[in-house]
């Protein structure tokens, strides 16, 4: 019999998603039968998209994969305790359907935060549980400003620990996090690597209509995204007003929502500038074309050390689009950069350098350009892709199904 997983996450397509449908359905093609639990769609907008409805409980079928949607309390406003409900609702409505409700599974994947819910389910329900650390709590929290209360970040920083100590594998997006969660007493065996990837075959769909606005005749610098609080995108605005004065031609294109998109524009109004655009989010079918119309594209987060061990998420798609990276965040996504020979590296939340780095991207030869490009998508190809990523998973899965005697009776067969 076929291995069963369950992925459980609070985030799941049409939403943005590293470990999203190209995750679920590939597992499909390689033979595992496949369930998600996870929440109505509504980020990072904070509404629930078109054609849902918030309810008890909702089921689909796409793609020969399982959808269990479960309701949650809704919001990604600046509010620290709404955010907090949101996660807790969303792991009391999981934790009573993994408990009561779930089909039997050989392996549960749980793509962080719900990691008190994936303890609870995996003691009564006793499936092996794959956990993927995608932030780094309580660091992240305060990083971002989300929560400051000390108490409130070490009472999170134990229940971290716990999950760790539970869960009995524990996945991760970079090599720094690795090193994070050893210092922290995880023993290393129990860790793996695994980059995230991006959506592929939806990045290169056709050149669609959703960027009619984007400029033309310029050298033009995209940030495609969230643009929160962690982005810090406000150092970006900086820099354009020294490009507009020193290199007119470069043009900023900022794509997405977020809590902070009224400020960015405020600045914008406030400090003239009329080499800043900011379009409106688009699908993730558009998304493709919007990023093939830039001439760079740009990751930005804050200037905290916590950010030098993280990897982007937006990192995999840049790359796989073949263009020149200006990167504004240390460590980890910078090591990529230097790796790959795919971009120019800039300080976070510095203007100058960050106008430094686009300005010397602009003024390259256009053979130089590509072959940056080039280089990053060799390097995504070889590093992070779907495949690459997938692979590293079902052997996981595989080792699992060797050693663990239950997986053995009750899938009978290993995929």
């Known amino acids: 019999m076929t291995k069963r997983i369950i992925l459980l996450t609070q985030w799941f397509d049409p939403e943005p998603n590293p470990r999203g449908m190209v995750f ?21 907008g904070g509404k629930i998209y078109p054609g849902y409805k918030m309810q008890l409980l909702q089921r689909e079928l796409v793609d020969g994969v399982e959808i269990t949607r479960l309701p949650a309390y809704i919001s990604h406003d600046e509010s620290a305790m709404k955010r907090i409900f949101s996660f807790v609702s969303f792991a009391i409505s999981v934790t009573i359907y993994g408990v009561l409700f779930a089909k039997a599974a050989d392996v549960m994947h749980v793509y962080h935060p ?19 650390v995608q932030d780094m709590w309580p660091d992240n929290l305060r990083a971002t400003g989300m929560i400051n209360n000390d108490r409130m970040l070490k009472f999170i920083g134990n229940i971290c620990k716990l999950v760790y ?14 090193k994070i969660l050893i210092d922290r007493g995880v023993p290393a065996n129990k860790i793996e690597v695994i980059y995230n990837w991006c ?13 009619a606005d984007f400029p033309v005749g ?3 610098i995209l940030f495609a995204g969230t643009m929160g609080k962690a982005q810090a995108l406000e150092s970006i605005i900086e820099a354009a007003a020294i490009v507009q004065v020193q290199q007119p031609q470069v043009n900023f294109v900022f794509l997405g929502a977020g809590v902070r998109v009224a400020k960015l524009k405020q600045m914008v109004q406030e400090k003239q500038l009329t080499n800043v655009t900011f379009l409106p989010k688009v699908s993730i079918l558009e998304v493709g074309s919007v990023l093939q119309k830039a001439d760079a594209l740009l990751v930005h987060l804050k200037d905290d050390p916590l950010f030098q061990f993280y990897l982007p998420s937006k990192v995999q798609a840049y790359l796989a689009m073949g263009k020149p990276i200006v990167m504004g965040v240390l460590g980890d996504a910078a090591d990529v950069i230097k790796k790959g020979q795919c971009g120019v590296l800039a300080h976070p939340e510095n203007a100058r ?16 350009l590509k072959s940056m490009g080039r280089k990053g998508k060799d390097f995504y190809d070889r590093e992070m892709s779907v495949k690459i990523g997938v692979s590293k998973y079902c052997d996981i899965f595989e080792r699992i199904a060797e050693n663990n005697p239950k997986s053995q009776q009750s899938s009978g067969n290993v995929v």
């Open 24 to 44: 679920a359905t590939e597992l499909v093609k390689r033979g595992y039968e496949v369930e998600v639990v996870t929440g109505f769609p509504n980020y990072p």
């Open 114 to 132: 719900p990691g008190v819910a994936a303890v609870i389910i995996r003691f009564f329900r006793r499936f092996y549980t794959v956990y993927d």
């Open 165 to 178: 100590q539970q869960v009995d594998r524990i996945t991760v997006l970079s090599p720094g996090f690795k």
């Open 199 to 211: 959506d592929e075959d939806a990045l290169n769909l056709p050149v669609g209509t959703g960027s």
């Open 218 to 220: 310029k050298f033009t």
């Open 353 to 368: 350098s960050i106008a430094d780095a686009a300005i010397s991207l602009a003024t390259l030869p256009t053979d130089e």
